[in-house]
């Protein structure tokens, strides 16, 4: 089992900035990819942001790229996601994930969630 626990939702005016942190423990060696994903109101779980637990490659979804980062520390366990520009529409409780497999974006295939930390930006 893998434990993920989310950091740093808040509320922020629209151009501001955030960052999220999720710390992992327990099996974390069967860890492939570490993924964000966040749910508005009314809509469907979507991807935001994907890393390799080891290595460099990373993916975003087209509507936060060149405005969000995701990066990693592996020496503590932790993925974070540098949020920058932020709009009203990026509102959404936000979720960390884990995943065994290759697929970054597709949230059927992460065996572990966070219980999600909420982001509001205010216009």
């Known amino acids: 089992q893998v434990q993920l626990v989310e950091s740093g939702g808040d509320l922020v005016q629209a151009g501001g900035s955030l960052r999220l942190s999720c710390a992992a423990s327990?099996?974390?060696?069967?860890?492939?990819?570490m993924g964000w994903f966040r749910q508005a109101p009314g809509k469907e779980r979507e991807f935001v942001a994907a890393?390799?637990?080891?290595?460099?490659?990373?993916s975003y979804a087209n509507s936060v790229k060149g405005r969000f980062a995701i990066s990693r520390d592996n020496a503590k366990n932790t993925v974070n996601l540098q949020m920058n520009s932020l709009k009203p529409e990026d509102t959404a409780v936000y979720y960390c994930a884990a995943s065994r497999t290759n697929s970054p974006s597709m949230p059927d295939t992460y065996n572990y969630w966070g219980q999600g930390t909420q982001v509001t930006v205010s216009s």
């Open positions: 890393i390799r637990w080891t290595g460099a490659s990373t």
């Open positions: 327990g099996r974390t060696f069967s860890i492939y990819t």
